[in-house]
């Protein structure tokens, strides 16, 4: 096998946060050095807990560090119960309790470590808010040099919002941070809308890989897909028909391993942090400058936005490789 990909996993479990960790155990080809958890679908605390408790079921002792609570500069919003339920798993109806502690690292100060012990090696998937790796880059201004790449599940370029007609919630949640990072020249892929909303994930899907992988694992998944296929019932009736739901996260993974599947642009991203646009992602597709504006330098990086995704080959190879022999004998 070639060189594995060492991955951290920037999350805010989250009913799609915990389908793309537990796809990525799946993959061989990751190596999934630790999970830091951020506010957005739940607390930071919650967030924390729930990636524990992931992955104790999947038999996993990784790290995780719990992040930040709140965003870089705009006022916090408690999120929506609605939408990944109250404990960001869908409600579940009972858990264990042999989890394990945190780690006793913050999310920032694990990502800096990490990045310095393992210089150009390391990608960061940042599936939440980017509160924690704007701290991490607060920490350690070399950052993009020391990260092999950042892919980060958010955004939207052309398609429309899902917090507001514009803005994708883990851009929204915190604006400033996004800014910042899709600016600070890392190697960043931005996995938004464009591409997520076309990841629609129907329920049998994960029916048919609890009833074939039978395991509190996939139980899990089961019991999380059910609660958020009924959310996005209410929302969009063609999901409604299709009983799927929307699996953004799991992408941003996905892109790490077969880049092929996506259809990208590069250009210069920025963020509005204020008024009516707050949270919109906004790309520079010309070709030429006419009128250099404040904001738009030519000296601000370049970064790569997905703009479209092989959905069908996506969704066969989430069910394969659930399907696979990724978990231990449950204990
Ligand atoms: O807009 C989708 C994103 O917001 C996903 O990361 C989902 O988990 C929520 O955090
Ligand atoms: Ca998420």
Redesign the pocket.
């Known amino acids: 096998m070639s060189q594995r990909h060492k991955i951290i996993l920037d999350c805010?479990p989250?009913i799609?946060?915990a389908v793309a960790l537990y796809f990525a155990l799946a993959q061989p080809e990751i190596e999934l050095l630790g999970i830091t958890a951020t506010f957005?679908?739940v607390p930071a605390a919650q967030a924390a807990r729930n990636a524990i408790y992931l992955c104790t079921l999947a038999g996993r002792q990784l790290p995780v560090c719990e992040g930040v609570n709140t965003p870089t500069r705009k006022i916090g919003v408690l999120p929506d119960a609605e939408i990944h339920g109250a404990d960001g798993l869908g409600n579940l109806p009972e858990r264990r309790r042999d989890t394990y502690p945190p780690d006793e690292r913050s999310a920032a100060r694990f990502i800096v470590a990490q990045a310095n012990a393992h210089p150009g090696e390391i990608t960061l998937v940042a599936?939440?808010p980017l509160s924690n790796l704007t701290q991490a880059l607060r920490l350690e201004p070399r950052l993009p040099a020391l990260l092999k790449q950042v892919v980060v599940?958010?955004g939207s370029i052309a398609a429309p919002g899902?917090v507001s007609p514009v803005a994708?919630?883990?851009i929204w949640y915190d604006p400033h941070a996004a800014d910042v990072i899709f600016t600070a020249g890392f190697q960043l892929t931005m996995v938004g809308l464009d591409a997520?909303q076309h990841m629609a994930v129907p329920l049998a899907l994960f029916e048919r890989v609890a009833a074939q992988h039978r395991h509190p694992a996939t139980d899990l998944l089961l019991h999380a897909a059910r609660f958020s296929v009924d959310y996005y019932a209410r929302l969009d009736p063609a999901l409604a028909r299709q009983q799927a739901c929307l699996s953004?996260?799991v992408l941003a993974v996905m892109f790490v391993l077969r880049p092929e599947l996506f259809s990208t642009e590069s250009g210069r991203v920025r963020v509005a942090t204020e008024g009516l646009a707050e949270g919109q992602t906004i790309m520079d597709r010309r070709e030429h400058v006419l009128y250099p504006q404040a904001g738009w330098e030519e000296h601000i990086p370049r970064i790569r936005v997905c703009l479209g995704v092989d959905a069908p080959a996506c969704l066969a190879w989430l069910e394969s490789s659930l399907m696979g022999n990724w978990l231990p004998a449950p204990a």
């Open positions: 805010d989250g799609d946060d957005g679908n599936i939440g599940l958010g899902n994708e919630s883990n997520a953004h996260d």
